[in-house]
């Protein structure tokens, strides 16, 4: 779902894929920024099957890998933010972070077959637009935009 609302947005996107886990750098990554409990790294290549990468195909301008402890997520987000203007859409893919800020869109993927986590099934109590793989049409146009700073869905 990142991808798709990736591509929609003709390279203007900035791509951020969060987790609590450590990841070792690999080639083509960049950390840019670290602290007691969280790093931000940069991916640069493209041609991996890492979701970082997979952003970058799907036309993000720019990609990022977030580690961080649950604790500091919130912190770590908001230095993130900060990097860039409030005019540049930034597509996250967390399952965590969402305990912690409210996005301009939250998109929850519902479906039918998987089984949710216990740190998942509360996270349909939030204001959410529902998104089930099992129906999704590859053919079917989002009507997700990003305008004015804002996200919008019709």
Known sequence: MACRIISRLNSRAVAVKIT???HELTEGVTEIMNGKGYSIREETDAGSS???SLM???GAARSFLISAWKADMEDVFIKFMALFPSSVPVVCDSIT???HIEPGLFILMVSDK???RDD???LADYKHLPFN???FDENEILKIRFEGGRW???
């Open 133 to 135: 793989p099992e129906a």
């Open 56 to 58: 970058l195909k799907a």
């Open 97 to 99: 972070l969402r305990n």
């Open 120 to 122: 998942e099934k509360h």
């Open 152 to 154: 919008t869905c019709d």
């Open 50 to 52: 890492k979701d970082t």
């Open 114 to 116: 998987a089984e949710k």
């Open 20 to 22: 609590p886990h450590y």
